[in-house]
């Protein structure tokens, strides 16, 4: 829901659908579930990003999700 509002994602390694909505430094950061400091370090690096790249990250995460949704959306129109 909020890549569909154009957020950018911060996500564990352990988030299962990472692998399709996320790509680390393109819409959002992946971050280890067990090291505490690469969160940290993910946050710092997203605040610290300038205006402009947050906004194509923003981009980048309303895109990715759009077309995920229509390929769910074919895939549920072939399987009826």
Known sequence: EAMFFGAPVIVSDRVSA???????GYNGFIFNVLNNNELVDCLHK????PKEQKSIFRKNSQQIILQW???ANQYQHFKT
Not at 18 to 24: A, N, Q, S, T
């Open 18 to 24: 990472k692998i399709e909505l996320v790509k680390d």
């Open 46 to 49: 997203f605040i610290n990003l």
């Open 69 to 71: 949704l229509n390929h």
